[in-house]
Structures are given as structure tokens and as C-alpha cells.
């Protein structure tokens, strides 16, 4: 059966702790690492989907799971994206005021004076000795690459960047930071939204919205890496936003292998062959270490 693979960021259902899986809930951690380390090393091309628990113990929050920032306020509506392009100067203006949404400017200050933990550093390692082939990565915090990893797909964008709505050039925040702190308030307004220089179209942050489309480039990279996976780890994700959540469920479909690390269970355990439960700081580099890596 093929599962079509949605192309917008949307949500899923958030199964949390309820659902049970009693048959690999009870096989002991050592066990569990023991076998994730042997499907790894007799897999062909092992590949990562990760979420906002890998930088849960960089200090930046998460937004499902156990003091998830959604699980005190709420999620966000589906309507983002038709909202920003109903009017971008006003959802610019909003943007650039740190008062409008203190949770958000907190959760962006959290990302700026983050600094990658050992779970980042671990997969890094994967990476430079050939056994991890690609991480696709929800986060947008860009600490993969500070800890050293090239093979990144950031599928939701990066906190980092900005990006053309219509051509889809990038360019970094700081440019654009640069730009708005030269002006006075009042002039300020007069340049926003910014728009790009390639092709004068509006720019936003390159973090994809609910109800935007991934970008092309993005979704296609994905799928090729998908396409030639055996052996996916899905690390620190509730697996519930779309078309990420997929990217597992599509490798099963073809006969791979799911490995889970999360300390929670999630929407997808009960597809997962090899569950490791804890925090990925601890859980990664004992995998790391069972595979011989130091
Ligand atoms: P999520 O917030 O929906 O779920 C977080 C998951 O992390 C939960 O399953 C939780 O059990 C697990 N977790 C919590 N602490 C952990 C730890 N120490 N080690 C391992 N796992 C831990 O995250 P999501 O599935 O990535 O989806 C949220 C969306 O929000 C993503 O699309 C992402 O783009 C964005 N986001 C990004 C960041 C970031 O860039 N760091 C942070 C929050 C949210
Ligand atoms: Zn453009």
C-alpha cells in the first residue's frame, strides 16, 4: 500500500501517554540498546527523523510532551500561513514587537543562547564514521550543524534563515535584523514586509506555518532519503505534525526498521520495532557506545 504523503504542515493527533505497548515496554534498556546497535550496524542506510526533545537539554522547550509549551497554552490555529499572506505587513509588525507574544520571544531567545548536548554530538559522530547517513530534522534551532553535521534536512525550515515566498531564495535573519535596526520605528514599517531581492517577492521566516507547503526542494530531499532508507531512528518527536510524521511510516511500508528513542510513548510506538526509553542526551551516547564508537 502506498501512503500518500501529505506536502503541507499540519497536525496530527497527539496520542501522548495512552497508549500501552505492553510487548516492548518490557524488554530491559540494555536489551534494547543491544538490538537498536545490531539493526543499525546490519542495516544498508540508516537515517534520523528528529523532533524538539534532542533540544529539550539544550535548554529550548518543547511543544508536546511533558511541560510542552503547547501543553499549558494550546496549539497554535491550522490557519497560520493564510493568515500571514492575508496581510504580511501586519503579522511583520507584530513579528519584529518581542511584547506581542512573550512565550514566543521567549522560546526564540532560548534557541539564540542554545548550545548542542550531548545527543546532538552523539549523532554528529554517527554521521562522520559513515554509519548515519541523514538526519531530516523538525527542528529549527540549526544545532545539528554547530555539533558538526552535514547531512541536514531541516524540514521545517530554520530559525536562522529567511525565505522568499516566491522563489524560495534564503537569506540570513541577521540581514534582515541589520536592516530594520538601521531605520527609526517609523521608517521601519515603511520596509515591511521585506522583500527579495531576486525577484522583489515577500519574505518570512523560513520556518514553515501550519497550512504552508513545504518547500519543494525540501519535501523532494526527503523522500529520496526516505526512499532509501532501511532503518529509521526516530528521535524526541511526538511524530503527530505532517508530512514528517510519514517519513517512518513510509519506511516500515517498505520493510525497514523503526527505532524509537523517547521517553514518552508516541503515535508512533506501536509501529516501532526497537523502543529506547529516556532522555536522548543519555540514550544516544549509550547506543553510540554499544556501536564502538567513543
Ligand atoms: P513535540 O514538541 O511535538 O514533541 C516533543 C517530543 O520530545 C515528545 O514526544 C517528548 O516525549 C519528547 N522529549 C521530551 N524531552 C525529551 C528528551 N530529553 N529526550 C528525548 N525526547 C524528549 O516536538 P516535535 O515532534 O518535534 O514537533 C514540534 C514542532 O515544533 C516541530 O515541527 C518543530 O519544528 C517545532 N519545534 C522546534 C523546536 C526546536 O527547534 N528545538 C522546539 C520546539 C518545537
Ligand atoms: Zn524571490
Redesign the pocket.
Known amino acids: 500500500m502506498r501512503i500518500p504523503i501529505p506536502t503541507e504542515l499540519t497536525k496530527g493527533q497527539?496520542l501522548g501517554n495512552e497508549e500501552y505497548i505492553p510487548k516492548l515496554m518490557n524488554i530491559p534498556y540494555e536489551e534494547s540498546i543491544e538490538s537498536a546497535s545490531n539493526t543499525i550496524l546490519s542495516a544498508s542506510y540508516v537515517i534520523a527523523l528528529v523532533?524538539?526533545?534532542?533540544?529539550?537539554?539544550s535548554g529550548?522547550?518543547?511543544?508536546?510532551?511533558?511541560g510542552?509549551?503547547?501543553m499549558k497554552n494550546g496549539e497554535p490555529g491550522p490557519n497560520q500561513y493564510k493568515t500571514f499572506l492575508k496581510d504580511p505587513k501586519s503579522w511583520w509588525i507584530n513579528n519584529i514587537n518581542e511584547k506581542f507574544d512573550p512565550e514566543r520571544t521567549k522560546?526564540r531567545k532560548a534557541?539564540d543562547n542554545s548550545k548542542p548536548n550531548k545527543?546532538h554530538r552523539a549523532l554528529s559522530k554517527m554521521e562522520f564514521v559513515g554509519i548515519l547517513k541523514h538526519q531530516i530534522t523538525?527542528?529549527?534551532?540549526g544545532l545539528h550543524y554547530i555539533a558538526g553535521s552535514r547531512n541536514v534536512t531541516e524540514i521545517?525550515g530554520s530559525?536562522h534563515q529567511m525565505r522568499c515566498i516566491d522563489c524560495e531564495t534564503r537569506i540570513p535573519r541577521q540581514n534582515i535584523e541589520m536592516l530594520l535596526e538601521k531605520h527609526p520605528s517609523s521608517e521601519k514599517i515603511k520596509l515591511l514586509p521585506p522583500t527579495c531581492n531576486e525577484c522583489g517577492g515577500i519574505i518570512k521566516p523560513d520556518?514553515v506555518m501550519f497550512g504552508e507547503s513545504i518547500p519543494n526542494s525540501v519535501l523532494e530531499e526527503c523522500m529520496n532519503q526516505a526512499s532509501k532508507s532501511d532503518c529509521i531512528l526516530v528521535?524526541?518527536?511526538?511524530?503527530?505534525?505532517y508530512p514528517?510524521a510519514s517519513i517512518p511510516q513510509k519506511i516500515k511500508n517498505n520493510g525497514g526498521k523503526i527505532i524509537e528513542?523517547?521517553?514518552?510513548t508516541?503515535s508512533l510506538s506501536k509501529m516501532a520495532d526497537i523502543i529506547i526509553r529516556g532522555?536522548?542526551?543519555h540514550t544516544i551516547p549509550d547506543l553510540t557506545q554499544k556501536l564502538g564508537l567513543q
Open positions: 497527539y523532533g524538539a526533545g534532542l533540544s529539550a537539554e529550548i522547550p518543547t511543544f508536546r510532551g511533558k510542552g509549551l503547547w522560546f534557541i545527543g523538525q527542528n529549527v534551532d521545517h530559525r520556518t528521535i524526541g518527536t511526538s511524530a503527530t505534525v514528517a528513542l523517547n521517553p514518552s508516541t532522555q536522548t542526551s
